[in-house]
């Protein structure tokens, strides 16, 4: 991944944090004032990591990036992102998994699976580059914004690559949440099946929730919003494929550098799990600082990517990823609306 150059000394110690500060402060306010923008407008499908993104974009395009910002949000990029995505996992069990049934669970792998590699695969048909489609194909299959944030740690992607990305998979995300209520019902289907359909298919988290809540009769939020974060147990081996799959070309790879932020994410899931069985109250706790903490620190981390993002790159991006980003989205869709046929 691209990211902001560093100081041309690297400082130790107290120094070290010193010259942190400038731009780590500048991120977190830029998230700070993303989530305040988020819940002013009282619209709970508007992500404040696609505020932040807006910001810290606008930020660059009015007066650059700073040198004294530079370290700081270099450090805001990698390390506070990956700890993000670790503590995610506190907000998903394998209990919540395993509620939903054998087959259910099979569609939600299908449609994560299946839907990385026809956006991949379609992507290069499209001349669209890898590391936007896999960007792409995860943010579609897995949880929209963050799925692209992690992913993009491994598939290597420029800053206007994920800037790209997660404009597209929020404007055809919230397409689903209008579209999904009125199509369901034109199809006849039963709270279930639309439930399922929901959240074997539409990208974000919040999107799929309030696409099944949507729907006029109840059940439909409660199995939409479980399939939902089945897909979302899937993020730790997602990552861990499209790692393989970025390095399988590079000469003189002997192996494939395993993402520790994946494996730390998904031994969460299943520490999580345990916590609910033997200390609902601490996990309970844990829950509710995942809740608190995640919003913040991916907020900061797309400022970041949006200080150091160009809009002059942003625009040659051309039209082919958004054509692949809509293909993308009517496949899981199509694909989620079999499988909850066939559930």
């Not at 995505?85 to 569609?107: D, E, F, H, N, R």
């Not at 397409?175 to 359909?197: C, F, H, K, N, R």
């Not at 991916?298 to 039209?319: E, I, N, Q, R, Y």
Request: charged share 10%; hydrophobic share 55%; glycine share 12%.
């Amino acid at each position: 991944m691209a990211q902001p150059a560093s100081s041309a000394a690297a400082p130790t110690g107290l120094a070290r944090y010193i010259a942190l500060a400038p731009g780590v402060a500048v991120c977190l306010v830029v998230a700070l004032l993303a989530i305040w923008v988020r819940d002013l407008s009282g619209v709970n499908i508007l992500n404040p990591v696609v505020v932040a993104l807006v910001i810290g974009i606008g930020l660059r395009a009015l007066m650059g990036l700073p040198a004294s910002w530079r370290p700081g949000t270099a450090y805001v990029v990698r390390p506070v992102l990956r700890a993000a995505i670790v503590i995610l996992g506190l907000q998903v069990t394998l209990t919540q998994l395993l509620s939903i049934g054998p087959y259910a669970l099979a569609l939600a792998v299908g449609a994560v699976g299946l839907t990385m590699v026809f956006t991949i695969w379609i992507g290069a048909r499209l001349g669209v580059d890898a590391p936007m489609a896999m960007l792409l194909g995860t943010g579609t299959g897995i949880c929209g914004a963050s799925a692209i944030i992690a992913a993009n740690q491994v598939a290597g992607g420029k800053q206007e690559d994920v800037a790209y990305a997660l404009a597209v998979i929020t404007l055809c995300g919230t397409v689903s949440v209008v579209a999904y209520p009125y199509l369901g019902q034109i199809m006849g289907m039963d709270p279930t099946t639309y439930g399922i359909w929901a959240g074997a298919s539409v990208h974000e988290v919040v999107q799929a929730v309030a696409a099944a809540g949507a729907w006029p009769e109840p059940g439909a939020v409660e199995i939409g919003t479980l399939t939902k974060l089945a897909r979302v147990v899937l993020l730790a081996p997602a990552i861990i494929a499209l790692s393989y799959w970025a390095t399988r070309g590079e000469k003189g790879t002997t192996k494939t550098p395993v993402p520790w932020f994946a494996i730390g994410f998904f031994a969460l899931v299943v520490a999580g799990d345990v916590a609910q069985h033997i200390m609902p109250d601490v996990q309970g706790l844990a829950l509710g600082f995942s809740r608190f903490v995640v919003p913040i620190m991916l907020s900061a981390s797309v400022a970041a990517l949006g200080l150091g993002t160009d809009l002059s790159a942003l625009k040659k991006k051309g039209a082919a990823p958004l054509a692949l980003g809509a293909l993308a989205t009517i496949f899981i869709a199509l694909l989620g609306l079999i499988g909850a046929r066939l559930v």
